[in-house]
């Protein structure tokens, strides 16, 4: 899936991209150019916004995009991120007391036991959960994460042969049946089930539905898509 990126330039500028990412490689699909005002910025980013849409289906809901700054780009020139607004520059942002971090740890970990995850008997997977929920980010990174909520931390290697007791350990099939027992006592299950076919009609006089030739016979007509819905009670 193709997004638009802003990256600082050494000049200064901002250069905005529309790149995919796949598999942990990032290709650079268009440089649409560089900003050197909230006004070219804004100009920028629509003309990326546009490239990038091309190809993917997107809904019009009639968002507008929110006013981006130069001002709002991270500088690794000078090694600062962006101040949020209100902050006067040169005042550190508030923080959050360690404390109250770790509240949140504890919280989210209780929800972690609450649905019944717990059965893996797993910590150190656990915890690689709530960092992954908090903030998505790689296994390397995560013990920062963990030292940021303020719970204990363990090496990569560690964290390496944990996540290597996901497949043999049947992690997987322990916390579907745990996701699927939380869904079923919430009450009724729905499922949507369907069926795409394709229609041979025989017909000497063709009208806009009926069509000669239309076959899965190898045939070079064009394929016509039927397709059906069934509610709770059966009705089609």
């Known amino acids: 899936m193709a997004y638009v990126r802003k990256v600082r330039t050494a000049s200064g500028a901002v250069a905005v991209q529309v790149v995919r990412k796949h598999r942990g490689q990032r290709t650079i699909l268009a440089h649409v150019g560089s900003a050197h005002t909230d006004a070219q910025l804004g100009i920028l980013l629509e003309q990326a916004r546009r490239i990038a849409a091309q190809d993917q289906g997107v809904l ?31 005042a550190a942002p508030p923080g959050v007391p360690r404390r109250r971090i770790r509240v949140f740890y504890d919280v989210l970990g209780a929800v ?57 350990a049947n992690y997987r099939e322990q916390i579907a049946a745990k996701c699927f027992t939380h869904a079923t006592d919430r009450g009724g299950l729905s499922l949507l089930l369907y069926d795409v076919t394709t229609l041979y009609f025989e017909a000497e006089n063709e009208d806009d539905l009926r069509k000669v030739g239309y076959s899965k016979e190898r045939r070079i007509d064009l394929k016509s898509w039927s397709a059906c819905w069934s509610t709770v009670a059966d009705s089609p």
């Open 112 to 168: 972690y036991d609450w649905l019944g995850f717990d059965i893996v008997a797993d910590a150190v997977f656990r915890d690689l959960v709530i960092a992954r929920i908090v903030e998505p980010t790689s296994k390397v990174d995560a013990a920062r994460v963990l030292a940021d909520l303020g719970a204990d931390t363990v090496s990569y290697r560690t964290i390496q042969r944990h996540l290597a007791k996901v497949n043999t």
């Open 60 to 90: 019009d809901i009639e968002v507008p995009a929110r006013t981006q700054s130069i001002d709002g780009i991270a500088d690794w020139r000078t090694g600062t991120l962006p101040l949020s607004p209100g902050v006067p520059k040169g």
